[in-house]
C-alpha cells in the first residue's frame, strides 16, 4: 500500500510540476503551493491526490496531436468501469508539436517557442458524474459532466489520411449530436454553443 501511494504521489508531482502547480520543490507538506480556482478559493497538494487514491486509478492515456498514440487498453479498461458503475480514474497526457508545413513562416516564427507543449488532465468517475480536472497556470479547473458519448466523425472521400474520427465527449445532455456541437463551435452566436469536452480522438484510417 506504501509503495503504490509512493509511486501516485511521484506521478502527481510529475503532473503538477508540469503544469506549473508548484512554484518551489516540495519537501514536506507544509511546502506546498496551493492552486487558485477560477472563484479564488484555493486547493491543496492532498485534494488533488484524492482524486487518485479514491478511485480506481487505471493508468495514462497519451495523445500526440489530438489523436490517441499509446494507452488504448487503459482507456478500453475506464469504459469497462463507467458500463458497470464502477468509479474510476485516468489521466489523459496531451502533447502539441507544430508542423511548419500547415502554417506560415510568420506564424510558424511567433509561436514556436510554445512548442512542444504537454497539457494533462485528470478524468474521473463517481459511479455517477464525470469530472474533468487540470492545473493551468496555477490555477485549478474542475467541470462535471453527466455523460460520456460516444461520436463517429466521417471524413469526405477525398481524404487521404483518414477515413473517421473516434470521439468520447462529456455532455450534459446526453441526446445532443456531434453536428450541433460542431455547429455551435463554427457559429458566430454565443448561444449555439453547447458545452463540452473532447477526452478522447482516435483517427481510423
Known amino acids: 500500500m506504501e509503495k503504490k501511494r509512493i509511486i501516485l504521489t511521484i506521478l502527481i508531482c510529475v503532473t503538477l510540476l508540469v503544469s506549473g502547480f508548484f512554484v518551489y520543490a516540495v519537501s514536506n507538506e507544509d511546502d506546498v503551493e496551493r492552486a487558485v480556482t477560477p472563484d479564488g478559493t484555493t486547493v491543496s497538494f492532498d485534494a488533488i491526490e484524492m482524486q487518485y487514491t479514491e478511485t480506481h486509478f487505471h493508468g495514462v ?18 469504459l469497462s468501469a463507467v458500463d458497470n458503475g464502477k468509479p474510476s480514474n485516468v489521466v489523459l497526457e496531451n502533447n502539441w508539436t507544430l508542423d511548419p508545413s500547415r502554417i506560415s513562416t510568420e506564424h510558424y516564427n511567433e509561436i ?42 466521417a471524413f469526405p472521400p477525398e481524404s487521404v489520411m483518414y477515413t473517421s474520427r473516434v470521439m ?4 450534459n445532455d446526453n441526446e445532443v449530436t456531434w453536428e450541433q456541437i460542431y455547429h455551435g463551435l463554427v457559429s458566430s452566436s454565443i448561444g449555439h454553443y453547447i458545452d463540452h469536452k473532447v477526452v478522447y480522438s482516435n483517427y481510423i484510417r
Open 61 to 78: 492515456v497519451v495523445y500526440e496531436n489530438g489523436n490517441i498514440s499509446s494507452g488504448q487498453s487503459v482507456w478500453e479498461a475506464f
Open 168 to 171: 468520447y465527449v462529456l455532455v
Open 112 to 153: 514556436k517557442i510554445n512548442y512542444p507543449y504537454l497539457f494533462i488532465q485528470n478524468l474521473s468517475f463517481d459511479g455517477d458524474t464525470f469530472t474533468l480536472s487540470w492545473v493551468e497556470d496555477s490555477n485549478y479547473y474542475s467541470y462535471g459532466y453527466r455523460y460520456l458519448v460516444r461520436f463517429e466523425d
